[in-house]
Antibody
Framework: QVQLVESGGGLVKPGGSLRLSCAAS????????MSWIRQAPGKGLEWVSY????????NYADSVKGRFTISRDNAKNSLDLQMNSLRVEDTALYYC???????????WGQGTLVTVSS | EIVLTQSPGTLSLSPGERATLSCRAS???????LAWFQQKPGQAPRLLID???SRATGIPDRFSGSGSGTEFTLTISRLEPEDFAVYYC????????FGGGTKVEIK
């Protein structure tokens, strides 16, 4: 069965950095785009970024462009999100998800919480 | 950038009633790239409908999706107790956009 397990969340001060990871299993990782989607406490869903299966195409929401970098390691079936210059408004539960550009986001992890606060 | 507007924000209904949720796009959206999700408290979203009207695997047939262009609808024919949740529409493709959500609550 498809499993997506996020890690790396935590408490960080404004302006700080954090790196999230997602371990994928149960499907052929190299067949799919992968995405990060976030949800601020009590709010709706917001797409953050996606990456193509071979890493040759990435896209970002305007709210994170220039601060966040998505990457993947197909040999390790893993997806990362490097988050720099973090802001209070980046506080959210960050979900790793399969799909995003050419296929629907069918599978989601359980999320990792990022809190940006002084 | 395409904006998805969901209405109503909250729908108060009783079990057994019919729920009709609307998702309106600011520009035409290809039906092939319109999805609906259900989210319950403390859980990740669950895919209900893809391509505007195709039920995902394991989704009961009381859930149905319809629409095209800029107007899409999710219908729950008879609400079961487990259907009370928040529902999101989503457009995917070049960028992913979510609607603001509709909360279906017990009246």
């Amino acid at each position: 069965q498809v499993q997506l397990v996020e890690s790396g969340g935590g408490l960080v001060k404004p302006g700080g950095s954090l790196r999230l990871s997602c371990a994928a299993s149960g499907f052929t990782f190299t067949d799919y785009y992968m995405s990060w989607i976030r949800q601020a406490p009590g709010k709706g869903l917001e797409w953050v970024s996606y990456i193509s299966s071979s890493s040759d195409y990435t896209n970002y929401a305007d709210s994170v462009k220039g601060r966040f970098t998505i990457s993947r390691d197909n040999a390790k079936n893993s997806l990362d999100l490097q988050m720099n210059s973090l802001r209070v408004e980046d506080t959210a539960l960050y979900y790793c998800a399969r799909g995003g550009y050419d296929s629907v986001v069918k599978y989601w992890g359980q999320g990792t919480l990022v809190t940006v606060s002084s | 950038e395409i904006v998805l507007t969901q209405s109503p924000g909250t729908l108060s209904l009783s079990p057994g009633e019919r729920a009709t949720l609307s998702c309106r796009a600011s520009q035409r959206v290809s039906s092939s790239y319109l999805a609906w999700f259900q989210q319950k408290p403390g859980q990740a979203p669950r895919l209900l409908i893809d391509a505007a009207s195709s039920r995902a695997t394991g989704i009961p047939d009381r859930f149905s999706g319809s629409g095209s262009g800029t107007e899409f609808t999710l219908t729950i024919s008879r609400l079961e107790p487990e259907d009370f949740a928040v529902y999101y529409c989503q457009r995917y493709g070049t960028s992913l956009t979510f609607g603001g959500g509709t909360k279906v609550e017990i009246k």
